[in-house]
Every structure is written in C-alpha cells, then in structure tokens.
C-alpha cells in the first residue's frame, strides 16, 4: 500500500512529485536538502529510487494497491492524515555509526567514489575497513523506545515514520531474507522496529509508519569495487 507524502529530513512534507521511469518503477521528487558538510552539500534529496513503502498503521481503505498508475492515481489519502499536519521521520541504521553522509555514505564512497568520504575513510578508518563492519559498533547500548515515544508524545506529533531498511540494506528487525545483516543478528542483538511499534501502540493515539527502501548501496557495486576503504 503506497501513501503520497513527501520525505525529507525528519518531517514528512506533502508536496512531492513522483515520476515514473519505465513500467513499474516510480521515483519521488522533492526540492529540499537535507545534509550539509562545511564544504558542500552532500544530499540533494532528488530522486528517491525506488519509490519508498510507506504502510500507515490505519488505512482509509481495505482495498490493496499496487505500484501502477491505475493504482497510484485513485488510491486515497487517510482521512486522519490531512488534519495530522506534523509527522516524524526517525532515520536510524548503520550509517549512524561513521555519522558522515547519513544513508549515502556508502554510495558515495564505494558507488560514486567521492573523494570528500573517500577522504573521510582514510582520515578516520585503517585501511581496508568495510562497511559491514561499522555494524559490530551499531549497539544501540541506550535505545530507550519508551523515552523516544514520551518525547514524540511531548513535541505534539500526530504521526512518526521509523526506518525499517535503508540503502544499505540492513534492516532493524529480523528479517528471514537479511540473514546477518539485521539489528537482531548483528549490532544491537535487538528488534529495533518491534521495540518502538509496542511502545508507540501501547501508550499513544500516534500513528506508526514504516519506511522501507528496496534500493540497496552495496547490490550496485562492482566486483572491482569491493566495499572496502583501499
């Protein structure tokens, strides 16, 4: 089930465009930027590829949609999410760990070879370390669900959108189809997800999102481009 909203940042924003690009593969479109470093602006949020999941807890509709335009174009927004007004987008993963170029750390240092991360790599890292290793230091020692959603509670919003798999592909439940490369298998040991759905549903009216990128970073890199800091 798809919902048209915008991604940027931390807070949802309705003003997107989406665009297709061949059948069956859709790209979402925003103007805004949301990482900058003091020499330049890493992120231009652009083109989101593909279209991100993004399942609302309640649906305006029993009905199921498909990523066609058919579907697309006559799927209804939640009547709740007009008056919502203010939502959260909680980013959260490996890329927490180097905290340099959020999500697109990888991309750019292995896909685009950058030389502003690759440069970071080697500034901060010993040679050859590999992403996959950043997950090890992923512990997430003082993730505390019930103080996240007291704090949500707090600020007034009406919904929050948590990041269950980003570019990077690991994800922050236990997968069956991301073996050793989810928060139960390596890192924090936990369901990061399930933590913060059960403390979301239990105490508040706040709606729970999910985001979920089928785009992978490492599914597009050459096998001369091992993910590795050379």
Known sequence: KLLRTGVCGGVHRRNAAVNRHGPGRFTRVTRDRRWKTDKMAILNLGRLLPLALLVMASASSTNEYYARWDHLDTRPLPQWYDQAKVGVLLYWGVFSVPSFGSEWLWYHW?????SLFSDFMRANYRPNVTYQEFATAFTCELYN???WVDLLVKS??????FTAKHFEGYTLWPSKRSWNWNSVDVGPKRDLLGEFAKALKTSTNIRLGVYYSQYASGASQSPSAQITSG
């Open 110 to 114: 292995k896909g685009r070879q950058n």
């Open 145 to 147: 669900a019930e103080r």
């Open 156 to 161: 007034g919003v009406r919904y929050a959108v």
